[in-house]
């Protein structure tokens, strides 16, 4: 198609509009790695990255981190340091035909100029199996440079055999210093000025995300300058009238880890922690049933038999839910939570189970003993089946010595008692049984009064 006249014009005019009106955050968009702000283990002096980027000798990239670390701002300055060209595609709506139309454009740069091409893919993780797939020969041909950037775990949403060909870089959350300097720069581009207290707000709020931090910003201004002052300075109230209610969200690798932070507190009994994750998980939209599941299943798995009664409470907690639902139902989740963090705790009925299966996997499977057979049908006798069994309770103890596992087991412990908690009784009481059925295998069985026959 032939090119407009004056379009050279009217693409000038564009971006000289676009520079004065655009968002705040693309206004403060750095363009060198000078100006970058945070990611210092990345891009600081002497970093690996930083010195592969200025050497234009960067191989296939996944830049993986959380929202407004600045994944998208430095793989733009790696397209301006590079002769490579830029192509830039977003997964969200790009198909497996842009792809190919993409590697094909690469192929052809590379065979008339020479020229290789940085392909960035923004939130590559919602790349089907068949869209990366349909990227893995230009990326292993090295047809392209791959950057692609994640807020997902890559282990989780990419195939390996396309996270085998780039390299992994992770990005941390922007510190406050870098979010402070960040904010002050903003207020100075914007010419405008900003209160301590006010700057440190805008870094609470924005949690580490240096674009959620100049959106605040931006809206901070708008109500200064509301005011109509000569002199525009962003005060606390101002912040605070910017505030909007951020929808907490988290991706996969999050709720892996943010559920394992909850299970380890309230393990580690430590209440503080566990309300703490459990209210992150509810206000990140976290299935309320998951968390009742993972509450029932630590009761038995860490608290055990050390607090019976843990099982109880978490499934009371369970039930409220299902009875109640949330929001109100968060409190029966938060009651569960401080008392299994503060229950003693105990795995061994856990450990025990644990042993067990390995030794049925392992092949120990033994026949059931002859007088442990079911013998509740005609015939059962004549089999052997339950001949030789002594009832329990026809016994004053309520006990009498027996073997119960099969002969090739005989002898073996899988439940060994901590001293913690209601397991410490536990523990007494087997060791007592434990011991006479020891003396009663040795032959020692104490005052005949005591033994039924």
């Known amino acids: 198609m032939a090119q407009r006249p004056g379009e050279d014009l009217f693409d000038a005019a564009a971006a000289e509009e676009l520079a004065r009106t655009a968002p705040l955050a693309t206004r403060m968009r750095p363009r060198s790695l000078e100006e970058f702000v945070g990611q210092r283990h990345l891009v600081g002096a002497g970093a690996t990255l930083r ?254 038999m050390a607090d019976p009664l843990g099982l109880v409470v978490a499934e009371a907690a369970a039930a409220a839910l299902d009875r109640v639902g949330l929001p109100e139902a968060a409190l029966n989740l938060a009651e569960a939570s401080v008392y299994l963090a503060t229950a003693p705790k105990s795995n061994r009925s856990a450990a025990a189970l644990w042993a067990a299966q390995s030794d049925v996997e392992n092949g120990a499977l033994g026949d059931v003993p002859p007088r442990l057979r079911g013998s509740n049908y005609p015939g059962a006798e004549a089999l052997g089946h339950g001949v030789g069994y002594e009832y329990p309770h026809d016994d004053p103890r309520g006990w009498v010595e027996a073997d119960y596992l099969p002969a090739e087991l005989a002898g073996r412990r899988y439940y060994e008692p901590s001293e913690h908690g209601a397991e410490a009784e536990i523990a007494r009481r087997l060791a007592a049984l434990r011991g006479e059925r020891h003396d009663a295998a040795s032959g020692d069985e104490g005052p005949q009064e005591n033994r039924t026959r």
Request: proline share 3%; net charge negative; charged share 25%.
């Open 51 to 304: 010195a592969l980027i200025e050497a234009d000798r960067l191989s296939s990239a996944v830049f993986f981190g959380p929202a407004g670390s600045g994944k998208t701002t430095l793989a733009r300055i790696v397209a301006a340091r590079s002769a490579k060209v830029f192509a830039p595609l977003s997964a969200t709506s790009a198909g497996v035909k842009d792809i190919r139309e993409t590697l094909e454009g690469a192929r052809r740069e590379l065979g008339t100029t020479g020229r290789g091409t940085i392909l960035f893919l923004d939130e590559i993780h919602r790349f089907s199996r068949s869209q990366q797939d349909a990227l893995l020969p230009g990326v292993e041909e090295g047809v392209v440079v791959l950057i692609g950037a994640t807020t997902e775990n890559p282990f989780f949403s990419l195939t390996s055999p396309l996270l085998s060909r780039s390299t992994l870089w992770r990005f941390e959350v922007i510190g406050r210093e870098d979010l402070a300097e960040l904010g002050r720069r903003a207020v100075g581009l914007e010419h405008a000025s900003i209160d301590d207290d006010a700057l440190e707000a805008c870094c609470d709020l924005a949690d580490g995300d240096a674009r959620a931090m100049l959106t605040t910003i931006e809206i901070a201004l708008a109500v200064a300058h509301a005011r109509g002052q000569d002199e525009v300075r962003i005060g606390r109230d101002d912040v605070e009238a910017a505030r909007t209610t951020r929808a907490i969200r988290h991706g996969r690798d999050a709720h892996y880890d943010m559920i394992s932070a909850f299970i380890k507190s309230l393990r580690g009994s430590d209440p503080d922690a566990a309300v703490y994750w459990l209210a992150r998980l509810l206000a990140a939209g976290e299935d309320p049933r998951f968390v009742a599941r993972r509450l029932v299943i630590l009761a038995s798995e860490d608290v055990g």
